[in-house]
């Protein structure tokens, strides 16, 4: 069976593709025109999932945050932390916006001519999320108390 596709599913190929990923996992979501939020509750803290679909440039990029802030005058040791910890990564990155502390896990996946599966979507959020929470402890302490003293 030969099937034709109207550009604007071809635009939306990404987007589609999440949208029924995240309606098969029955997710409850807010959306935009390439945004996907949703929360979900991991084991050491509450996580916001952000699913960016970029049709024209070919990814899928998963980010994940919780309300923890660093404060900014732990600004510096996080960096570090940052970079030692995204040297040891397989895949994705944790991002600090020295502006206002917001500490976040991205996995971005290129996706050729939007070649993208409910798997990809899933794997995508699902790892951003287990990276961030599996880590959380450690930033926790990495935060808080230099070199495991309890003394700042």
């Known amino acids: 069976m030969l099937t034709i ?3 604007e ?9 999440v949208e029924t990923s995240l309606n098969n996992a029955e997710l409850q979501y807010s ?3 390439k945004i996907f939020r949703f929360g979900i509750k991991g084991e050491h803290a509450n996580f916001n999932v952000r699913l960016f679909c970029e049709e024209e ?3 899928l990029m998963a980010i994940v945050n919780c309300s923890m802030c660093v404060p900014q005058n732990k600004i510096d040791r996080m960096c570090r932390w940052v970079a030692e910890k ?3 990564l397989t895949l994705g990155e944790f991002k600090l916006d020295t502006s206002d502390g ?3 896990f991205r996995i971005t996946c290129p996706l050729d001519k939007g070649a993208v599966n409910e798997d990809i979507v899933t794997v995508a959020y699902t790892n951003a999320l ?3 929470d599996n880590s959380y402890e450690e930033i926790i302490k990495a ?4 070199n495991g003293s309890g003394e700042d």
């Open 5 to 7: 596709y109207t550009d």
């Open 9 to 17: 599913i071809m635009e939306k190929k990404i987007y589609n593709t």
């Open 31 to 33: 959306t935009d025109d």
């Open 57 to 59: 440039m070919e990814f």
């Open 86 to 88: 995204n040297y040891g």
């Open 102 to 104: 917001e500490l976040s």
């Open 130 to 132: 287990s990276t961030f």
């Open 143 to 146: 935060i808080y108390l230099e």
